[in-house]
């Protein structure tokens, strides 16, 4: 602990850009590796989820990840649930160079309402390839869009928000009771985020499938600047993943997966997530320089057109290839942020592990 002064203490608390992993004295051939993960009933072939942006996630990316071996997870109260065709508006959005101006015209785009017939006819789109369909909503929007997420026939449920608690407390409505909900679904639920022991433990008891660690959009958010609230995530994914042993014993068994989602920006970052304990990441940022990706260019999540108080930003990227190219590689771009899926499966060859998690008990050192 560190004291601040004379009447704040504080716990010092490490980031991915602090950590490295630490190699064993055996290494594996990459063929022996197997990086399938399995949540509910359903399996993957890679713990790598996209994240719900509208700037990387349309119906057809959303397509594509699953194809491709992954989870994509649309934005349900996102453009694509609030205009039969945002293509238009995507590339309106992209034509405007003034970080300010974007801004104003995003929160005019965002004002028009959410619609719920798109909510069915957008996940029946990507159930109809074949593919899992998971769909987000905020703790906001969630009881107001439920009914019509769930009739949808969506395989995952996303509740996701800057900070998701268990113990909401409302002045002016009736805060979502996330255990009623949660338990009065068939569909399994992924909520978040948090990133302290205690917040997730509460989530987890909520009967969650999965829990989301971080806040988010960790290239394309402002939170901590405008804010000021922000947990290193090395640290939060660790506290989140001893939250989760706990509740395995608490619980008789049950089983809750940890979901890194926020500042994962490189492959590295994926393998520390993994080596602090979380079972799966979900990752934006690389997948927003994907040549599909619907945001021509241009990143940012929820918090950028927030109608009173925006706290993030429009992030440019160059297209550096295909989603494909960017998941499984061949990479040409030498900074980690293609081939996510290969460069996993070499850090476990490297090491000596062949199960993601066995690879969660590898050792890392600060520094």
């Known amino acids: 602990?560190?004291?601040?002064?004379?009447?704040?203490?504080?716990?010092?608390?490490?980031?991915?850009?602090?950590?490295?992993?630490?190699?064993?004295?055996?290494?594996?051939?990459?063929?022996?590796?197997?990086?399938?993960?399995?949540?509910?009933?359903?399996?993957?072939?890679?713990?790598?989820?996209?994240?719900?942006?509208?700037?990387?996630?349309?119906?057809?990316?959303?397509?594509?990840?699953?194809?491709?071996?992954?989870?994509g997870v649309l934005n349900?109260?996102?453009?694509?649930?609030?205009?039969?065709?945002?293509?238009?508006?995507?590339?309106?959005?992209?034509?405007?160079?003034?970080p300010a101006a974007a801004t104003r015209r995003m929160q005019e785009v965002y004002a028009e309402p959410i619609k719920e017939a798109l909510i069915g006819q957008r996940v029946a789109e990507v159930r109809s390839?074949?593919?899992?369909?998971?769909?987000?909503?905020?703790?906001?929007?969630?009881?107001?869009?439920?009914?019509?997420?769930?009739?949808?026939?969506?395989?995952?449920?996303?509740?996701r928000g800057t900070t998701v608690s268990a113990?909401?407390?409302?002045?002016?409505?009736?805060?979502?009771?996330l255990k009623q909900f949660i338990y009065a679904l068939d569909v399994p639920v992924i909520v978040g985020g948090c990133a302290t022991y205690q917040a997730a433990l509460h989530l987890m008891r909520t009967g969650a499938a999965g829990v989301l660690v971080g806040f988010g959009g960790g290239a394309a958010h402002t939170t901590r600047d405008?804010?000021?609230?922000?947990?290193p995530m090395a640290s939060a994914v660790s506290d989140v993943a001893a939250a989760r042993r706990?509740?395995?014993?608490?619980s008789g068994g049950r089983y809750v997966h940890v979901i890194a989602d926020g500042s994962v920006g490189r492959s590295g970052d994926i393998a520390k997530a993994i080596a602090c304990g979380a079972d799966a990441v979900m990752v934006g940022s690389p997948l927003a320089k994907a040549a599909e990706a619907p945001g021509r260019g241009y990143h940012w999540g929820p918090e950028a057109w927030h109608a009173t108080l925006p706290r993030g930003e429009r992030v440019g990227f160059d297209v550096v290839g295909s989603l494909e190219q960017i998941l499984r590689g061949p990479s040409t771009v030498p900074d980690g942020t293609m081939n996510l899926v290969g460069a996993l499966r070499k850090a476990l060859a490297t090491t000596g592990y062949t199960e993601v998690k066995e690879f969660q008990r590898v050792e890392?050192?600060?520094?």
């Open 364 to 367: 890392v050192i600060v520094g």
């Open 246 to 250: 706990d509740y395995l014993d608490e």
């Open 167 to 177: 113990e909401h407390v409302a002045g002016k409505s009736e805060p979502l009771n």
């Open 1 to 71: 602990m560190f004291e601040i002064g004379r009447s704040k203490r504080a716990q010092q608390a490490f980031a991915f850009d602090d950590i490295a992993i630490v190699p064993s004295r055996r290494t594996r051939g990459e063929e022996q590796v197997n990086l399938t993960w399995r949540i509910d009933a359903f399996t993957f072939d890679f713990p790598l989820i996209a994240a719900p942006m509208d700037s990387v996630m349309s119906p057809a990316t959303a397509i594509e990840m699953g194809r491709l071996g992954g989870l």
């Open 129 to 159: 390839a074949g593919v899992p369909a998971a769909g987000s909503l905020s703790p906001q929007n969630t009881q107001a869009y439920a009914g019509a997420v769930v009739a949808s026939g969506v395989d995952f449920f996303v509740i």
């Open 226 to 231: 405008v804010l000021g609230v922000a947990v």
């Open 76 to 98: 349900l109260e996102g453009l694509w649930t609030r205009y039969e065709d945002p293509e238009p508006l995507l590339e309106e959005i992209a034509a405007i160079d003034d």
